[in-house]
């Protein structure tokens, strides 16, 4: 069965530093995909970036980059100098070929970024 | 502007009432979810649908059930609500199952 774990509860940081957020995922499928979102406090999910299982180039978008790592089955995204419209709740997610339309989600990672 | 719209963003209900949660997109979207948001479980998969009158249960199905009649619209029903489904409802639609999902607002529903 597949299993995401973002292990991190809550990150707190000040304003322009950097964060990272890890997610580590679990999986028999040697196709699959892997997704961020972000829930701000209004509370509607915002996805962020999706990447498949054969794809593992790093991306970056703006202040934002993605570190995907199948020899470690990983999937870590970090915020380059950090805003306070950054503060919000990511989840990372899993979807497997076995299961298509059953995603996966962690359990999100809280980050806070004050000024 | 895509969007998802659910009925309620506020809801509280008597156990043992019966509760529809209604969900509305207007993507033209094949596929629609429900899922539930708890603290420390992040969002996890009630029912799923991949087009009319079709259906599949996701990973916590018991005590729910859900209805698509038509393609826009997504019902979830709570036959008997019960204090243990005192939640985050929230509805996604997407146009293929690996794409990714365009989500509600969530409707917070307390049973009491």
């Known amino acids: 069965a597949q299993k995401v774990t973002q292990a991190q509860t809550e990150i707190s940081v000040v304003e322009k530093e950097d964060v990272t957020l890890d997610c580590v995922y679990e999986?028999?499928?040697?196709?699959?995909?892997l997704f961020w979102y972000k829930q701000p406090p209004s509370g509607e999910l915002v996805f962020l970036i999706r990447?498949?299982?054969?794809?593992?180039q790093n991306e970056i978008s703006g202040r934002y980059s993605w570190n995907f790592q199948k020899s470690t089955s990983s999937f870590n995204f970090t915020i380059t100098a950090s805003q306070v419209v950054d503060s919000a709740v990511y989840f990372c997610?899993?979807?497997?070929?076995?299961?298509?339309?059953?995603?996966?989600f962690g359990a999100g990672t809280q980050v806070v970024v004050t000024p | 502007d895509v969007k998802v719209t659910q009925s309620s963003r506020y809801l509280v209900k008597r156990t043992g009432e019966k509760v529809f949660l209604e969900c509305v997109q207007d993507m033209d979207h094949e596929n629609m979810f429900w899922y539930r948001q708890d603290p420390g479980l992040g969002l996890r998969l009630i029912y799923f649908?991949?087009?009319?009158?079709?259906?599949e249960k996701g990973d916590i199905p018991e005590g729910y059930s859900v209805s698509r009649e038509k393609k826009e619209r997504f019902s979830l029903i709570l036959e008997s609500a019960s204090t243990n489904q005192t939640s985050m409802y929230l509805c996604?639609?997407?146009?293929?199952?690996?794409?990714?999902?365009?989500f509600g607002q969530g409707t917070r529903l307390t049973v009491v």
């Open positions: 997610a899993h979807a497997g070929r076995d299961s298509w339309g059953k995603l996966q």
């Open positions: 990447r498949n299982s054969f794809d593992e």
């Open positions: 999986t028999r499928d040697t196709t699959y995909y």
């Open positions: 649908s991949y087009d009319v009158k079709m259906k």
């Open positions: 996604a639609s997407s146009l293929d199952l690996t794409d990714e999902a365009f």
